[in-house]
């Protein structure tokens, strides 16, 4: 099986979460990305196709790729999906059916990454997903359904360098 894209989380996944503030995070005064972020993407992008999903509620498709174009990172995906564009939402597994469908591939050749274990980890490895936990919190609790669990991002590119070629 070769991993062929990765999908990664937004909110507190690629960019910083503030949640004291109101509505679309690409109108908030400011936007940052999370630490190691620019660095792994520079490694990943000429070895997977990237993907952003998200659930934000506040943010369609077109809201979250203002905001990834604010953080300076939004050159590095070449697909981008929300919930309230696809008509789905995490953990549900037809949310993460139907960006396979839409990009034209199957869901084991993908690599979730995400924040939030329900939501991203538990909906992704239902769907047939490769998935990686961002424990960048400290969540405790039953990790079973992710395949890997980091705490940072630099940890990343250790884990999906060998695996590509597999």
């Known amino acids: 099986m070769a991993l062929t894209h990765i999908i990664f989380d937004w909110g507190d996944t690629l960019m910083v979460d503030f949640p004291e503030k109101p509505g679309p995070m690409a ?7 999370m630490p190691d972020i620019v660095d792994v993407l520079e490694i990943l992008k000429d070895k997977y196709t990237l993907v952003v999903a998200t659930n934000a509620g506040a943010s369609d498709t077109a809201m979250m790729q203002k ?31 139907e960006i396979c469908n839409q990009m034209n591939i199957f869901p084991e050749h993908c690599v979730f990454v995400g924040n939030d274990y329900i ?6 490895a ?7 936990f961002f424990n960048h919190a400290g969540w ?23 695996m590509r070629s597999s």
Do not use: C, Q
């Not at 953080?71 to 008509?87: A, R, Y």
């Not at 995490?90 to 949310?95: E, S």
């Not at 939501?119 to 992704?124: L, V």
């Open 27 to 33: 109108d908030w005064d400011i936007v940052e990305v």
């Open 119 to 124: 939501k991203d980890i538990e909906g992704a």
């Open 140 to 162: 405790k609790g039953d990790m079973s359904a992710a395949h890997s669990v980091i705490h940072s991002f630099s940890e990343i590119t250790s884990i999906l360098t060998p």
């Open 67 to 97: 905001a990834l174009f604010r953080g300076n990172i939004d050159h590095f995906f070449s697909h981008f999906f929300s919930s309230k564009d696809l008509g789905y939402s995490k953990p549900d597994v037809k949310f993460f059916l």
């Open 126 to 132: 239902a769907a047939g997903m490769f998935s990686i």
